[in-house]
């Protein structure tokens, strides 16, 4: 674990150690997720981290506990990281993590996603566990500049939904959906990544 995020390993701790204090209290995580904290959550967040390239900005949504958002932004200090999140207590919990963790690259937005259409775009937009592909592209591609994509994380089952998407999926010219995989250390199962570009 320490090997895979090098120097950014003691940051990641200890928001892992938040979430394991607090996320439950808070309502942020349910009480059979403490126990696989690293794997279900914390690693298959940072299992996006790959297929972000050379974004320069990206807009995590509904990013409740900060998954994958404040992950994403422990590992790539040079990324410019949107929290959109509607809950004023999820937002409440998002801001004190961003300044106990004294991440200077990060902005917590409440709101839903629809709200910052027009607002801003950034080059990826990503999410995990927020909606079904045809409501989430509605979401998220407006965020996304031309050239850009929205990379995000999805259940295994995710090529059932593509088909249903396709109408949205066109109106906003975007290339064919890849269906990729995640990896991150031996031993944790590979998370399933979509990824749209916008052309």
Known sequence: MRAYFGDRYELVAQYAASLRDEGELRGLIGPREVARLWERHILNSAAVTPYLGDTR???DIGSGAGLPGI????????VEVHL?????R?????QECVESLGLE???????????????FEVDVVTSRAVAALSKLARMSLPLVRKGGAMVVLKGRNVE??????RKVLRSFKTAE??????????????????????S
């Open 84 to 88: 959109i999140e509607p809950m004023e």
């Open 177 to 198: 959906p890849e269906i990729l995989e995640g990896r991150t250390v031996d031993n944790v199962e590979p998370t399933t990544i979509l990824r749209v570009r916008r």
């Open 105 to 119: 690259n990060v902005q917590v937005k409440r709101g839903r996603a629809e709200e910052y259409h027009g607002a």
């Open 160 to 165: 059932r939904e593509i088909e249903p998407a």
């Open 90 to 94: 999820r937002t409440a919990w998002l």
């Open 57 to 59: 900005s990206v807009a």
């Open 71 to 78: 992950v994403l932004a422990i590992q790539r200090p040079d």
